[in-house]
Structure formats: C-alpha cells, structure tokens
C-alpha cells in the first residue's frame, strides 16, 4: 500500500480483503505531515496484522517517521535492503524535489547515491520499494512527467517496483522486463495484492 496520509478509515478493510499475506508493504507517504504519533499508530495496526512489514517514508513525512518506522517493529527499509529466499527488497524513501518543498525531498544525485549501493549488486529477484515512481512511468501530473530519473536509469536491475506519490496514476506498467506498481492512495481503500512466483502478478484493490 502507498499514500496512507494519516487516514485510517480504509486500513482495516484492506488488510482483510489482502487476507493473509507474507508481508506488508508500505510505500510512503504514512502521514500527512505528520505527527510521528499518527505514523506510530498506524505501523502498529500494520505488525499486528502481518509479522512482517516493511516501510519507507514519503516526501509528506517528516524525517523523523524513519525513527518511527524502525522502532515501530517494522523494517525500515529506506536506504537498506532485505533479503527473503531469493528476493530482495531494496528501500528508497521520499521523493524527488517538488515546487511544494515537502519535508522529505532528495536530489536526484542523492537517490542515485543510495540505489547505486545496492542495485546490481543482489542474486535472485530484486524489488525496489519507493515512494516516488521512475521518470515517465505512472508519473504523469498537470506539472508533465515528475517521477525519479534516478530511478528510471536502475530499473534494468530490479524486477519489480512498488511505488506511489502520484494519486492520480495508480496501476502497472510494464518497462522492459520491470514491472511497475502504484496500488493507488490507501486513503481512498486502494491497494494491491503481488504474488511473486515464476512471474509476478498484481491485483488491484478497490474499496471505495
């Protein structure tokens, strides 16, 4: 799930239309700017529902929701990885710069910096975890294409990417041999379910 921005009400009905699950993805945004104690409460909704989750923060969360995350009994997955079997999640938080200076922005030199410490350097399937989509990607606002050009130049390294951001843009995308997910606002009961076997399938979940 992506784009949660404090709003609880759809939670609950998406964890039980995912039912059980292997893990909790979650792809920024958890607040609306906080407070840390609205990202705490809605992490913990999340352990208690799957023993493992795993998170990044959006560009709409305060740095400090990466302490939230960490201690929240999630994995914080923001410049860090996972490894699962032969998967391996990699973790990129915020977005790339925006004209609404939102408190957790990097450089596309910076996103660069982090994914170039982990892609290609994995066996078996990666997966990206990001709140911000690739350029031209499910990226396409009134503004044109906004999505990382950071993370459009890694895409060949990685199988899968969860991302979000861009509300208006939820769906896949296929690039190459990458799949693309936005599961779409959270908020609004959006949601998608990823089975990954010798092919990676997505469901998408609408409660509105």
Do not use: W
């Not at 792809?27 to 990044?56: Q, R, W, Y």
């Not at 999640?89 to 660069?112: A, C, D, H, Q, R």
């Not at 296929?174 to 379910?193: M, S």
């Amino acid at each position: 799930m992506a784009d949660v921005h404090g709003n609880f009400s759809r939670i609950e009905p998406i964890l039980s239309r995912a039912g059980e699950v292997d893990a909790i993805l979650v792809a920024g945004d958890i607040t609306n700017f906080g407070p840390d104690e609205k990202a705490k409460e809605i992490l913990d909704i999340l352990v208690a529902s799957c023993k493992l989750v795993m998170a990044v923060p959006g560009n709409c969360d305060p740095l400090s929701v990466l302490n939230v995350i960490q201690n929240s009994g999630a994995k914080n997955l923001h410049d860090s990885t996972l490894t699962l079997n032969d998967i391996t999640f990699i973790g990129l938080g915020g977005s790339n710069p925006t004209p609404f200076g939102t408190p957790f922005e990097l450089s596309e030199k910076e996103m660069k910096e982090i994914l170039s410490r982990y892609m290609g350097k994995t066996s078996g399937r990666t997966v990206l975890l990001s709140h911000a989509p690739p350029r031209n990607t499910l990226d396409v606002t009134a503004h044109g294409s906004v999505g990382s050009k950071a993370i459009r130049d890694m895409l060949a390294c990685v199988d899968l990417v969860i991302c979000g951001h861009i509300h208006e843009k939820r769906g896949t995308q296929k690039v190459g041999n990458t799949l693309v997910v936005n599961p779409g606002p959270a908020a609004k009961g959006f949601a998608a379910i990823i089975t990954i076997n010798k092919e990676i399938k997505t469901e998408l979940i609408d409660l509105r």
